[in-house]
């Protein structure tokens, strides 16, 4: 069992900057990390995708240019660095598990609980 906690949620203007991280219970060195998002009243996406070796295997449209994903299995966490903010990044995130897949999907093994980010002036 794996255990996944989001943190770095929050307000923030827009324009602003978060890093939303994902720390894990155990070893993650050997799963692939998810991040999702999801706004009420929307189905979920997926944000971006990043192997247990530090390969981006996706990164949604509108993350790219603003969003950067990245990992340290010694410290058992992954990252979500998100930079200049827009309201529609809004929404909770989620970061997923899986150490059978080097793709993301909503079928990943392992969740956290999720992060609330709102962006509004």
């Known amino acids: 069992q794996l255990t996944l906690a989001e943190s770095g949620g929050g307000p923030v203007q827009p324009g602003g900057s978060l890093r939303l991280s994902c720390t894990a219970s155990r070893l993650l060195k050997y799963v692939t990390i998810g991040w999702f998002r999801q706004v009420p009243g929307h189905s979920r996406e997926q944000v971006s995708c990043i192997t247990a070796m530090g390969r981006i295997t996706y990164q949604a449209d509108s993350a790219k240019g603003r969003f950067t994903t990245s990992r340290d299995n010694d410290r058992n966490t992954a990252y979500l660095q998100m930079n200049n903010l827009k309201p529609e990044d809004t929404g909770v995130y989620y970061c997923?598990?899986?150490?059978?897949?080097?793709?993301?999907?909503?079928?990943?093994?392992?969740w956290g609980k999720g992060t609330a980010v709102t962006v509004s002036g």
């Open positions: 997923a598990a899986d150490g059978a897949t080097t793709q993301c999907s909503g079928g990943m093994a392992y």
